[in-house]
């Protein structure tokens, strides 16, 4: 059974409806090169004594095929194959529509009328995915937290993650978790690639499963085979789009589509497709005025769990005082509530160790008087079991599994040994279900003791969260769901509380989800290259959502290369000497460097800051250094005027490089950190470690 329109085909099996064949008929590429892994539907159907029982797709059979349309496959199994069980009666439906724009659409309805719980459902499965013979291996991408992508080879050096769970060599990437921040993933190949995004605006589970079928060649070197087959077995990736509904008996559930559709480019391009289908809903909560003028924040703990007590509250002024003469306009202050950084969590009382509510107050008005903008950091997902209060006030609402078991947390370790030992001095806890309104309305009481203090936003850590689902059905909530859900109603919560009182009040967040990146629209990362597994940072996040800032930590004594990368890429500069522990003093070069930057973001404010960030689309660069280390990326001013930021990353050579800017008079102005102002063609040479701006001239 063939599906086609001018830009793909799709091919199912009219018997079992595997997906055959996945092929862009724009540029000839086979998704499936390996059609005996094709895929259709899988279900995971836990019975007795095997939780891990399968209903696998090739056992399917096939009831119904309906063609509304040419474009338009619906299929039905009207009961399911269900390994141990047998045949049971749970109907499936799955519409396959092709779209006028080049994508497949996969709608996937279930009736679960057994007496057995449906937890997951496999669809749409491609299997015998490989790149074109002879070609470089596919490479999946997901968008992480840290404002980058994460990259995944299929081919050799595929990883062997815990071997001891799984039958073939398999790679799992899951939504909202901290590797994969929206729901989609991009297998890019050469100049071409495949967009695969769950699109719904309502945040669920949502696992990407890559796995390669029957293993490895080669296990020492982790090489596959170049063929097709392998030990007389069929040979190739099966990548599935896994969700989990935790379908009771005589439950239906509607899943919500995913779409597959392939593009031409790199990533920018599968970015884009996913920000076209978010435009249908996607609306931030406004931030305050101020936030859109800051471009340099300072990062201070305080206190750790284990109590180094660094400064005391009377202590900040005059650390600010200081931090303001090196151009500092915000404070995220950490570890200010008793307990320390990542202890007592998630009460945000004061401390004793650090001085009174009072003092710690009066420092706030202080710092802000002086224009210095405070965040406090907070984190609402974990309990610290430790905390006095915490049987009383927060057990009740601790995550728990399909078994009743707490959901553990494992707390972090700060300094001493013992701490970062296990049996030692840790503080362990449990997470918390956001989905429970009881807990909402718990953390509330603790939010209100933060706006007490008036300061001017919080800093919510770790928004990126591994902990998923919760099975406490006493919470108000259905089992196995997704606390995410909750996590967003207590984002706008959070904003509708805090407005009421302090309309000026900011909310930034760690790593947010696009889901609560609505809400938490200034993002705090660490962009270091090597950082989750890629090479080199590539600004993913800002480039989804270009009106999003985003705070990078610069930790480093002479750290130019980091400064650099804020102004290309459009970030906050967040000094956050001694690993966050230090004074703005005890990194002069870094900081003098910084505010060479910051005066030329300054000059160039319409475009290097308020201006849209493109990245690099419609930019080329040339020239004989261009296998050189550099990063550039283009702004659009509101006028439509363009400026190139690029720098020159290398440690101790001069690159020259020629910027190619389409349907530009290829006349600029080049600004550089000294001040200077010079006419040129598009050729610069930059010294090592330095910027330059160019800005094109109508």
């Known amino acids: 059974m063939i599906l086609e329109n001018q830009k793909l085909r799709i091919c199912l099996d009219d018997t079992t409806g595997s997906i055959t064949q996945f092929c862009n ?135 062997l993650n815990d071997y001891w769970g799984i039958d073939y060599p398999t790679v799992i990437r899951t939504f909202p978790a901290p590797e994969v921040c929206a729901p989609f993933i991009l297998l890019q190949r050469e100049q071409e690639g495949v967009y695969w995004g769950v699109h719904n605006p309502e945040p669920e589970i949502a696992c990407f499963v890559h796995s390669f079928k029957p293993g490895y060649l080669d296990s020492k070197h982790y090489r596959l085979p170049e063929g097709d087959i392998l030990g007389g077995n069929p040979a190739g990736f099966c990548i599935s789009m896994v969700r989990l509904p ?57 206190n750790s769990s284990e109590g ?26 950490i570890g200010w509530a008793i307990g320390g950084q990542d202890g007592c ?115 919510y850590d770790e928004l990126a969260n591994p902990m998923l689902c919760c099975f406490d059905t006493s919470h108000g909530h259905r089992p196995g769901e997704s606390i995410h859900k909750g996590s967003v109603l207590l984002a706008r919560e959070f904003t509708e509380f805090a407005r009421k009182t302090l309309p000026e009040f900011a909310f930034a967040g760690e790593g947010p989800s696009d889901m609560l990146s609505r809400y938490y629209s200034i993002s705090y990362i660490r962009s270091w290259d090597g950082n989750m597994g890629e090479a080199h940072h590539r600004p993913a996040w ?24 804020c102004l290309v890429y459009g970030y906050i500069i967040n000094y956050e000497p001694y690993n966050f522990k230090g004074r703005m003093s005890d990194i002069p070069e870094t900081a003098a460097y910084g505010q060479k930057i910051q005066k030329l973001r300054r000059k160039l404010w319409g475009y290097l800051w308020k201006g849209k960030f493109c990245h690099t689309d419609g930019l080329s660069v040339t020239g004989p250094y261009v296998d050189g280390e550099y990063i550039a990326s283009v702004f659009k001013a509101a006028d439509g005027g363009r400026a190139v930021a690029i720098a020159n990353q290398e440690a101790e050579r001069s690159l020259t490089l020629c910027i190619n800017l389409e349907d530009s008079t290829g006349n600029y102005d080049c600004y550089d950190t000294e001040d200077n102002c010079s006419l040129s063609n598009g050729i610069v040479t930059i010294s090592p470690r330095s910027a330059v701006v160019l800005v094109e001239r109508k």
């Open 246 to 302: 935790c379908i009771q008996p005589g439950e239906s559930c509607r899943l919500a589509p995913v779409v597959i559709k392939p593009y031409s480019g790199d990533w920018h391009h599968g970015v884009s497709l996913y920000r076209e289908w978010e435009s249908s809903w996607y609306k931030s909560a406004p931030q305050p005025a101020w936030t859109q003028e800051t471009d340099c924040w300072m990062t201070l703990q305080m």
């Open 25 to 159: 008929l724009e540029t000839g590429w086979e998704l499936i090169r390996q059609p005996a892994l094709a895929m259709g539907i899988a279900l995971r159907i836990p019975v007795p004594g095997h939780r891990s029982n399968m209903a696998e797709s090739s056992a399917q059979q096939l009831s119904a095929i309906e063609r509304p349309n040419d474009q338009t496959a619906i299929l039905r199994w009207a009961e399911i194959e269900a390994g141990r069980a047998g045949k049971i009666p749970i109907s499936v439906e799955m519409t396959v529509s092709l779209e006028s724009d080049g994508g497949a659409s996969f709608a996937v309805s279930i009736d679960n009328h057994s007496d057995y719980t449906v937890e997951e459902v496999w669809a749409p499965c491609l299997g015998g995915v490989r790149e074109p013979a002879g070609s470089d291996p596919i490479v999946s991408s997901t968008m992480h937290f840290q404002g980058g992508l994460t990259s995944l080879k299929l081919g050799d050096s595929f990883p």
């Open 308 to 333: 180094c007590c660094r400064y005391r509250y009377r202590d900040l002024p005059a650390v600010m005082r200081e931090a303001k003469e090196y151009g500092v306009q915000v404070l995220q202050l």
């Open 345 to 459: 969590e998630p009460f945000q009382d004061a401390d004793p160790l650090l001085g009174t509510r009072e003092e710690l107050a009066e420092a706030i008005r202080e710092i802000e008087a002086m224009g210095i903008r405070v965040l406090l950091m907070c984190k609402f997902k974990w309990a610290d079991q430790s905390a006095p209060d915490f049987a009383e006030k927060m057990e009740p609402f601790i995550l728990r599994d399909m078994r009743g078991h707490p959901v553990p947390f494992g707390g972090y370790a700060y300094q001493n040994l013992f701490q970062k030992i296990s049996g030692g001095s840790i503080h362990n806890g449990f997470g918390l279900c956001h989905s429970s309104a009881a807990y909402r309305q718990a953390a509330l009481a603790e939010f209100q003791k933060i706006l007490d203090l008036r300061p001017s936003g919080i800093l």
């Open 542 to 565: 800002k480039y989804l959502h270009p009106e999003m800032q985003f705070a990078t930590c610069l930790v480093g004594w002479d750290d130019r290369e980091m400064v650099n990368q």
